[in-house]
């Protein structure tokens, strides 16, 4: 300050000075003190034990240090607050009851669930825990960033390189200026399956993560009820977790029960718990209690309450969730710092910021070890040119007058670096023998091979994606232990199926793309020959194209041109009445523009999946079979179920039991018929096999599974068509060209449709300029498979026929009233969704 300031008062405004003052101190708690990083999981404290531990030696293998000499430790060199808050946080380290995997190995009191505190640190000791090696693995090799501690004499790490996911793992709490976190620890093992299935996939989403990541892994225990918590804790950030205590009814000895409670909801006092219970019992808040007692010893926890003679235990147990901790809320709140500004995340998005933060570890790691190896390499080449003119170096340094001259020397004659000269200086004369000069060309070629390795993994992020996959799973083979938090579905939670009334449904999809439900019920059954009642309006160039019989409860799979499959249950699709056209089905899932469904099938039970697969075809030719189980954990998202080419479409998908026959037919009336075993089972994101060798002009138009007794109908762009027995088709090797289905001609035009046909079915025939004609399948003629067939439809000059399908609309009367709704019927694919007439 100026001298002349001196005395002198300058004016503020308050509200300024407070607004000012006030940020500063609000980024200062949010920053550096009550949020953990979104990287280590790591509060500021926490980071700075651990690292001064380490730097003290306190490590696994050695013997354990007193906690006031780690407190001091730390508040001398890295925090200058009071040593209570170093020591509690030490303490929540070490305490198992309180994170899922302790960073701290304690011995003495460090508390206990009772809401003991911990011992004065003069007589506790402690170490640093295994897991806790793997924090700070490499960092010694400048994998994290340092800045100066308070005082600038010595270099803290920003962030630890944590090679596990410690966030997520163990969990963080934190109240800050208008803002909190509170994010629920996990179990290791299927953290680390997480992060596995992000390196695999980086698309992948939240759901998918779900799959590995079932739910919060509570240190205590417990049973979580229902995921609707879970879901929107790792979907949006926030979620209401409902945690409750895992108890068992036991009887006694003159009619008598008692509770026992063996473990409880997470962060609950246990003796005020206890207290809790008692207080109810003394102001009769609960009846029926005779007595309770703590019987908790170092096996394990264990509440005992006995009640009274005829009394119901679960009108007691249920009374004690209702009013005491024994059932407990936790409100998670997934806030983290991401580049020092706190953010609520989702699960993908922390899992995101944990990847990219082991990239740039390994990458920083590789980078110092490339290092360290050239700067070896270098002191090598020199020492080897030495060895290598041995006697005139010899000569050089006897002949200088001082060390200078003889290094000034040495770089001058053989062009070596200051460095390298050096070395050769201070090269003791043992290494002249033969056997240690091999031992220099031997570490020289290793160090070759590890510098090419490290320039290697710095160019390709494949590896170093790789590398980190390699070193998290071994943490886990290392580290992992068994859940200790149940998921259930118990009775309290409200889950959708349990409000929606099981029933069978016929669900339709018209060819535009309407879908809707209604009940079996709706359609009578009639005698053969009956006219049927109307079971969907559409519009005049629409028809329904497939129907499925399905329980509400059941989900059904929807297959898309570009390959992807959704899944929906049938209670999602809206309930329509008979002469309702439905809901668009781009309503109801996320298909892109220009993607259509192509085929809708229903997802089996469990048992009813067992050995049945999913066999596609593709516009070009293209064929897959994939297991049916690959499907069984679908989302309205939906999921890739065959790689396609750019300009190739998905036209079908059938259900098979393994043992089926395939048939595809092409625009230029070839067809092709081959055992689905030609398909060896593949996954989801494969692109499958040829299934037909097409020319350059041609294109699949339809594809069938292969039944006994049915007709193969081919109707051309024109109208023309001919029913063919199905033995006239011979089977062939997968791949090949085919046989002539249909004589071509000019007359009637390319090939529209072939499908498998019955006698006492209908078809639909439409053309481009919207006109639909029905035809009984039992009208249309027999012919060899050489001929063209018969006029089975005027198309007016211009126009084209577009579409074939059943007349799934007064079919629907005939539905077999004895038929399981999501089970695989015995008649093949093709025929699914046309049911047999009820006699």
């Given at each position: 300050?100026?001298d002349?300031?001196?005395?002198?008062?300058?004016?503020?405004?308050?509200?300024?000075?407070?607004?000012?003052?006030?940020?500063?101190?609000?980024?200062?708690?949010?920053?550096?003190?009550?949020?953990?990083?979104?990287?280590?999981?790591?509060?500021p404290?926490?980071r700075r034990?651990?690292?001064?531990?380490?730097?003290?030696?306190?490590?696994?293998?050695?013997?354990?240090r007193?906690?006031?000499?780690?407190?001091?430790d730390?508040?001398g060199?890295?925090?200058?607050?009071?040593?209570?808050?170093?020591?509690?946080?030490m303490?929540?380290?070490?305490?198992?009851?309180?994170?899922?995997?302790?960073?701290?190995?304690?011995?003495?009191?460090?508390?206990?669930?009772?809401?003991?505190?911990?011992?004065?640190m003069?007589?506790?000791?402690?170490?640093?825990?295994?897991?806790?090696?793997?924090?700070?693995?490499?960092?010694?090799?400048?994998?994290?960033?340092?800045?100066?501690?308070?005082d600038?004499?010595?270099?803290?790490?920003?962030?630890?390189?944590?090679?596990?996911?410690?966030?997520?793992?163990?969990?963080?709490?934190?109240?800050?200026?208008?803002?909190?976190?509170?994010i629920?620890?996990?179990?290791?093992?299927?953290?680390?399956?997480?992060?596995?299935?992000?390196?695999?996939?980086?698309?992948?989403?939240?759901?998918?993560?779900m799959?590995?990541?079932?739910?919060?892994?509570?240190?205590?225990?417990?049973?979580?009820?229902?995921?609707?918590?879970?879901?929107?804790?790792y979907?949006?950030?926030k979620?209401?977790?409902?945690?409750?205590?895992?108890?068992?009814?036991?009887?006694?000895?003159?009619?008598r029960?008692?509770?026992?409670?063996?473990?409880i909801?997470?962060?609950?006092?246990?003796?005020?718990?206890?207290?809790?219970?008692a207080?109810?019992?003394?102001?009769?808040?609960?009846?029926?209690?005779?007595?309770?007692?703590?019987?908790?010893?170092?096996?394990?926890?264990?509440?005992?309450?006995?009640?009274?003679?005829?009394?119901?235990?679960?009108?007691?147990?249920?009374?004690?969730?209702?009013?005491?901790?024994?059932?407990?809320?936790?409100?998670?709140?997934m806030?983290?710092?991401?580049?020092?500004?706190?953010?609520?995340?989702?699960?993908?998005?922390?899992?995101?910021?944990?990847?990219?933060?082991?990239e740039?570890?390994?990458?920083?790691r590789?980078?110092?070890?490339?290092?360290?190896?050239?700067?070896?390499?270098?002191?090598?080449e020199g020492?080897?040119?030495?060895?290598?003119?041995?006697?005139e170096?010899?000569?050089?340094?006897?002949?200088?007058?001082?060390?200078?001259?003889?290094?000034?020397?040495?770089m001058?004659?053989?062009?070596?670096?200051?460095?390298?000269?050096?070395?050769?200086?201070?090269?003791r004369?043992?290494?002249?023998?033969?056997?240690?000069?091999?031992?220099?060309?031997?570490?020289?070629?290793?160090?070759?091979?590890?510098?090419?390795?490290?320039?290697q993994?710095?160019?390709?992020?494949?590896?170093?994606?790789?590398?980190?996959?390699?070193?998290?799973?071994?943490i886990?083979?290392?580290?992992?232990?068994?859940r200790?938090?149940?998921?259930?579905s118990?009775?309290?939670?409200?889950?959708?199926?349990?409000?929606?009334?099981?029933?069978?449904m016929?669900?339709?999809?018209?060819?535009?793309?309407?879908?809707?439900?209604?009940?079996?019920?709706?359609?009578?059954?009639?005698?053969?020959?009956?006219?049927?009642?109307?079971?969907?309006?559409?519009?005049?160039?629409?028809?329904?194209?497939?129907?499925?019989?399905?329980?509400?409860?059941?989900?059904?799979?929807?297959?898309?041109?570009?390959?992807?499959?959704?899944?929906?249950?049938?209670?999602?699709?809206?309930?329509?009445?008979?002469?309702?056209?439905?809901?668009?089905?781009v309503?109801?899932?996320?298909?892109?523009?220009?993607?259509k469904?192509?085929?809708?099938?229903?997802?089996?039970?469990?048992?009813?999946?067992?050995?049945?697969y999913?066999?596609?075809?593709?516009?070009?030719?293209?064929?897959?079979?994939?297991?049916?189980?690959?499907?069984?954990?679908?989302?309205?998202?939906?999921?890739?179920?065959?790689?396609?080419?750019?300009?190739?479409?998905?036209?079908?998908?059938?259900?098979?039991?393994?043992?089926?026959?395939?048939?595809?037919?092409?625009?230029?009336g070839?067809?092709?018929?081959?055992?689905?075993?030609?398909?060896?089972?593949?996954?989801?994101?494969?692109?499958?096999?040829?299934?037909?060798?097409?020319?350059?002009?041609?294109?699949v138009?339809?594809?069938?599974?292969?039944?006994?007794?049915?007709?193969?109908?081919?109707?051309?762009?024109?109208?023309?068509?001919?029913?063919?027995?199905?033995?006239?088709?011979?089977?062939?090797?997968r791949?090949?060209?085919?046989i002539?289905?249909?004589?071509?001609?000019?007359?009637?035009?390319?090939?529209?449709a072939q499908?498998?046909v019955?006698?006492?079915?209908?078809?639909?025939m439409?053309?481009?300029?919207?006109?639909?004609?029905?035809?009984a399948?039992?009208?249309?003629?027999?012919?060899?498979?050489?001929?063209?067939?018969?006029?089975?439809?005027?198309?007016?000059?211009g126009?084209?026929?577009?579409?074939i399908?059943?007349?799934?609309?007064?079919?629907?009367?005939?539905?077999?009233?004895?038929?399981?709704p999501?089970?695989?019927?015995?008649?093949?694919?093709?025929s699914?969704?046309?049911?047999?007439?009820?006699e």
């Amino acid at each position: 300050m100026d001298d002349k300031n001196i005395g002198h008062l300058t004016p503020l405004n308050i509200e300024d000075e407070l607004k000012k003052s006030f940020i500063s101190y609000a980024m200062a708690v949010i920053v550096s003190r009550a949020l953990p990083d979104v990287r280590d999981g790591l509060k500021p404290v926490h980071r700075r034990i651990l690292y001064s531990m380490n730097e003290l030696g306190v490590t696994p293998d050695k013997p354990y240090r007193k906690s006031a000499r780690i407190v001091g430790d730390v508040l001398g060199k890295y925090h200058p607050h009071g040593d209570s808050s170093v020591y509690d946080a030490m303490v929540r380290l070490a305490q198992d009851f309180t994170i899922r995997a302790p960073l701290v190995d304690g011995q003495g009191n460090f508390g206990s669930v009772d809401g003991d505190g911990a011992a004065a640190m003069r007589y506790t000791e402690a170490r640093l825990s295994k897991l806790s090696m793997e924090m700070i693995r490499d960092i010694d090799k400048e994998t994290v960033d340092f800045y100066p501690n308070f005082d600038e004499t010595l270099m803290q790490p920003a962030v630890m390189p944590s090679r596990f996911p410690n966030l997520l793992v163990n969990g963080s709490s934190g109240i800050a200026v208008g803002m909190a976190t509170n994010i629920p620890p996990h179990n290791l093992g299927e953290v680390i399956d997480g992060v596995v299935c992000m390196l695999d996939n980086p698309d992948c989403t939240v759901d998918d993560l779900m799959q590995h990541i079932k739910g919060p892994d509570f240190p205590t225990g417990g049973v979580i009820l229902g995921r609707r918590g879970i879901y929107d804790a790792y979907h949006t950030g926030k979620g209401k977790i409902v945690v409750r205590a895992k108890s068992e009814i036991e009887e006694m000895s003159a009619g008598r029960q008692r509770i026992v409670v063996t473990e409880i909801p997470y962060m609950v006092n246990k003796a005020r718990l206890i207290e809790k219970i008692a207080e109810m019992v003394h102001e009769k808040s609960v009846e029926g209690i005779s007595d309770i007692r703590d019987e908790s010893d170092r096996s394990g926890m264990r509440i005992v309450i006995e009640l009274k003679r005829d009394v119901n235990a679960n009108v007691v147990l249920n009374t004690l969730y209702k009013h005491t901790q024994l059932q407990d809320t936790f409100g998670a709140i997934m806030l983290a710092l991401v580049d020092g500004e706190p953010k609520i995340l989702s699960l993908k998005q922390m899992i995101h910021h944990y990847v990219e933060h082991q990239e740039d570890v390994i990458r920083r790691r590789t980078k110092y070890d490339l290092d360290k190896a050239e700067a070896r390499s270098h002191i090598l080449e020199g020492l080897l040119i030495a060895l290598d003119n041995i006697d005139e170096v010899i000569a050089l340094i006897r002949a200088s007058r001082t060390t200078q001259e003889a290094r000034e020397g040495l770089m001058e004659r053989f062009a070596l670096s200051e460095r390298q000269a050096q070395a050769i200086l201070d090269m003791r004369l043992q290494r002249l023998t033969g056997l240690e000069r091999d031992k220099l060309e031997a570490e020289y070629a290793e160090l070759q091979k590890l510098i090419a390795y490290y320039k290697q993994v710095l160019s390709d992020e494949g590896m170093v994606l790789g590398i980190i996959k390699d070193e998290i799973l071994e943490i886990k083979r290392k580290y992992a232990d068994e859940r200790r938090t149940e998921i259930s579905s118990i009775e309290g939670e409200i889950d959708m199926l349990d409000l929606i009334d099981e029933e069978d449904m016929v669900v339709t999809m018209t060819h535009m793309g309407y879908v809707k439900r209604l009940p079996k019920t709706t359609y009578r059954a009639q005698k053969r020959g009956g006219k049927g009642i109307i079971g969907t309006t559409t519009r005049e160039d629409d028809y329904v194209e497939q129907l499925v019989v399905i329980s509400t409860h059941d989900p059904l799979m929807f297959f898309t041109t570009r390959g992807r499959v959704y899944q929906l249950n049938c209670y999602e699709i809206p309930e329509a009445g008979r002469a309702a056209r439905g809901t668009a089905i781009v309503n109801l899932l996320q298909i892109d523009p220009g993607e259509k469904v192509t085929t809708m099938l229903p997802l089996p039970r469990d048992k009813a999946a067992e050995g049945c697969y999913l066999v596609m075809g593709t516009k070009k030719g293209t064929v897959k079979r994939t297991a049916l189980s690959e499907f069984m954990n679908l989302r309205k998202s939906g999921l890739i179920a065959l790689v396609l080419r750019e300009d190739d479409d998905l036209i079908g998908v059938r259900l098979t039991h393994g043992q089926s026959e395939m048939m595809l037919g092409t625009r230029n009336g070839m067809a092709i018929r081959f055992p689905e075993s030609d398909m060896r089972p593949i996954g989801r994101n494969a692109m499958g096999v040829r299934g037909i060798e097409l020319s350059d002009d041609d294109e699949v138009v339809d594809m069938a599974m292969v039944e006994d007794g049915a007709m193969v109908l081919s109707i051309t762009e024109n109208g023309f068509g001919k029913r063919t027995p199905i033995d006239a088709y011979r089977v062939q090797s997968r791949s090949g060209k085919g046989i002539k289905a249909i004589q071509m001609s000019e007359k009637a035009g390319l090939l529209t449709a072939q499908l498998l046909v019955h006698d006492d079915e209908d078809i639909l025939m439409i053309t481009d300029d919207g006109t639909i004609i029905r035809t009984a399948v039992a009208d249309i003629p027999v012919h060899g498979r050489s001929t063209m067939g018969v006029r089975l439809m005027r198309v007016a000059e211009g126009s084209k026929l577009v579409g074939i399908a059943r007349a799934e609309a007064e079919a629907e009367e005939n539905i077999d009233e004895e038929a399981a709704p999501s089970e695989l019927s015995d008649a093949p694919e093709d025929s699914l969704n046309a049911p047999e007439e009820n006699e």
